[in-house]
């Protein structure tokens, strides 16, 4: 039975977003503050999703994405009322995989969650090696590596990663990959894309610079040299 953690300090949604959960066949697990939600996660590093507000005591859902992304890549989907852009911007830099406001149909709600899971266990489920340089990823481990050191990537930066190393050269745009990463059922727009790759460079350092590639006005492709063609 996967587990998956709730964090929000309004009662009502716990016991809510709990009991439909529990209905799906998830274990529950909730916490009324980013602090308790920090120390629940870290007891049970076996979670496979978390669903937190922003707005909580003690710690806030961002503080708390950004302390879970600093050990984990596991799925984080905020659920909260706040709706304007740069909270949604915020959330993803942090390190969130998903972004719903309240108020927002339960069924949604764990339409999501599956689909994250599913990306999730579609991409661990393959057991392809691809290289670039000294980029090394790992689909049946779900790691990535450079220089032989391990990078921490949130669920969409290692997808995007993984779709541009799978096609070297292939120009995918924003909307392929809103489709193929976030979902048909995303609501955002293709800037939550740019502000994924330009994490997803940030992190990979100069080997982002040099190998992820903007088309301006399209989308993002992988350059890379013939002899250094993922494989």
Not at 199 to 217: A, D, E, M, P, V
Request: charged fraction near 30%; proline fraction near 3%.
């Amino acid at each position: 039975m996967k587990k998956i953690i709730i964090a929000d300090d309004e009662e009502l949604i716990r016991r809510l977003v709990s009991d439909f959960l529990t209905a799906e066949g998830y274990e529950a697990l909730c916490a009324d503050d980013g602090d308790v939600a920090l120390k629940l996660f870290e007891e049970n590093p076996d979670t496979a999703l978390l669903i937190i507000d922003i707005m909580m005591p003690n710690m806030d859902g961002w503080e708390l994405c950004r302390k879970i992304r600093e050990t984990s890549d596991v799925p984080i989907i905020m659920l909260t009322a706040r709706a304007q852009e740069y909270d949604q911007l915020t959330a993803f830099d942090a390190g969130a995989d998903d972004y719903v406001t309240k108020p927002c149909s339960p069924s949604i709600l764990m339409k999501r969650v599956a689909a994250l899971l599913r990306r999730r266990e579609g991409s661990s489920g393959n057991s392809k090696v691809l290289y670039v340089d000294d980029l090394k990823l790992d689909s049946f481990a779900h790691e990535v590596w450079l220089s032989g050191k391990s990078i921490s990537l949130t669920l969409k930066e290692y997808s995007i990663l993984q779709k541009l190393l799978s096609s070297p050269g292939r120009v995918f745009t924003r909307d392929q990959m809103l489709d193929e990463i976030w979902g048909f059922d995303f609501d955002g727009d293709v800037r939550t894309v740019d502000s994924h790759v330009a994490r997803l460079r940030t992190k990979l350092g100069q080997w982002g610079s040099n190998h992820i590639k903007t088309i301006y006005g399209t989308g993002y492709k992988l350059e890379v040299s013939k002899e250094d063609a993922a494989h």
